[in-house]
């Protein structure tokens, strides 16, 4: 019997998101793989703000997950690959980041199919997930997806490897 997917509502990150943000994922489960404790409240600020830029600019963005109540429930979407010391330079990275209690319900998946859909209309060829390894969760949702594991990069300062997830769009 096939499972209902959640419905949920994808928008380009308002101010108020970043506080959004900041209190969902205030929550060392959710942080576990984004270094164990939440962000201050700036960093969300500027990512949101960069967020708009990038939808601005480039058609996409990591766009703000309202659940079927219309409450902020986390982020998915795509950006160009922030850094350049590290990972897969140049490419277009996917991602998603829910409140625990979102977790088990599809939300990532279905949050995730909408960024593909949202990605083969802006013409992007390609997209990389970045997943910390042993985020099993992340990693489950990669394979939904249908994407491969490319390469596997050291982290930064680290002993731990950050694996490269790659799908054709």
């Known amino acids: 019997m096939s499972r209902l997917l959640p419905a949920l509502r994808l928008r380009v990150p308002t101010d108020e998101d970043a506080h959004a943000w900041h209190r969902v994922f205030d929550d060392p489960d959710v942080m576990e793989f984004h270094g164990g404790r939440s962000a201050e409240l700036s960093v969300y600020e500027e990512l949101t703000a960069r967020q708009r830029r990038h939808d601005a600019e480039l058609g996409f963005c990591l766009w703000t997950i309202l659940d079927e109540e219309g409450e902020v429930i986390g982020f998915t979407g795509a950006q160009p690959w922030p850094r350049t010391d590290f990972g897969p330079v140049g490419a277009i990275e996917i ?9 088990g319900k599809g939300c990532a998946t279905t949050a995730a199919l909408t960024t593909l859909e949202r990605l083969r209309a802006a013409g992007v060829g390609e997209v990389v997930a970045m997943v910390k390894q042993g985020n099993e969760r992340s990693i489950a949702v990669t394979r939904r997806l249908g994407m491969t594991e490319a390469e596997s990069y050291p982290m930064p300062g680290t002993d731990e490897l950050a694996l490269s997830f790659r799908l054709e769009l």
């Open 95 to 103: 991602g998603w980041r829910l409140a625990r209690s979102a977790w």
